[in-house]
């Protein structure tokens, strides 16, 4: 008679009564022949006086061989870690791996990021980010090291908008090319609650992404989540509910939209980053008034009875 048998198995073992802090790692293999658990990975964490993680030393068996690597972590007077060492451990011989360094601001927000590689027996570096900030926004570009011209190329820039309460509103990716212009866009906007107690809340009712089209010069729409939660209002309408699209014309608009509306409906307009700009009540066959918008993307929800269209 066959049973079920776990194929492998997962052990915590936690910094005393932490919930965060793990003190190592075990995961497990079931073996067939031998018919016991072997273990083929065990990772120990060690703490500094001030609980922060200050070394990880993981073992690894494959096939009755061990390999071990080592990573320490280094820490400023204000408790930023400001350096992380990678070395691997094989019959006693160390062998450095990588090693990065991190810098802030007098604010004590990260600056800059700088890996090194080890390589020919020296540190190379190999992979820069360089972090900026301004009220409400903040950016993060990425660049890769071409080590024959020593010439840092732009790969990848990040634009992070946050919103009233400090909380992602919307990011930014733009992806660089060989020739350094940039190849391909993408826009996500985040939504969260912002009704209730407490309008800091970090959940989220919404995630949009936008796709950059080279030809028309603007985002278009390519995926939508609406997030849902018992107990918690939100400021969008319930979304749990037979949905279908919904016709706008003429689109662009510039003053009145006519909306596909088969009988009255609620009616939402909110801009890309989430924010509910219009609401109206409207019957079948009436126009919104749009004029007091500024140029931009919108997009718009209306609701009857339990239908829902967007």
Request: aromatic share 12%; net charge neutral.
């Amino acid at each position: 008679m066959k049973k079920y048998q776990p194929e492998s198995k997962l052990i915590l073992y936690r910094r005393g009564n932490f919930s965060t802090l793990i003190d190592s790692v075990a995961i497990y293999i079931w073996n067939e022949d031998s018919n016991n658990w072997e273990k083929t990975l065990l990772q120990t964490n060690s703490y500094n006086a001030q609980n922060r993680l200050a070394r990880e030393l993981s073992e690894i068996t494959v096939e009755g061989l061990k390999y071990q690597s080592m990573v320490t972590y280094t820490y400023n007077e204000a408790g930023k870690n400001t350096l992380i060492e990678e070395v691997n451990l094989f019959f006693g011989i160390v062998s450095p791996v990588s090693r990065t360094a991190m810098t802030y601001n007098p604010e004590g927000k990260l600056k800059e990021v700088m890996v090194s590689l080890y390589l020919r027996g020296e540190f190379v570096l190999s992979e820069r980010e360089v972090f900026a900030y301004k009220p409400g926004a903040y950016k993060q570009d990425t660049y890769l090291r071409d080590e024959t011209t020593g010439v840092w190329n732009k790969t990848q820039s990040l634009l992070y908008k946050l919103d009233v309460w400090n909380r992602t509103a919307s990011l930014e990716k733009t992806f660089m090319g060989f020739d350094g212009n940039p190849e391909a866009r993408e826009l996500t906007v985040y939504g969260y609650v912002v009704n209730g107690d407490q309008p800091n809340y970090q959940h989220l009712t919404m995630e949009q992404i936008y796709q950059w089209d080279k030809a028309t010069g603007a985002y278009n729409l390519s995926d939508r989540k609406f997030y849902h939660y018992r107990g918690i209002s939100t400021d969008l309408p319930d979304l749990e509910v037979k949905a279908k699209s919904l016709l706008i014309f003429p689109n662009p608009a510039q003053d009145k939209i006519q909306l596909s509306l088969e009988e009255d409906a609620q009616v939402w307009v909110y801009n890309v980053l989430g924010q509910q700009l219009l609401s109206r009540r409207l019957g079948a066959g009436q126009s919104l008034d749009v004029m007091q918008l500024s140029r931009g993307v919108y997009y718009v929800v209306a609701q009857h009875e339990r239908i829902c269209t967007r």
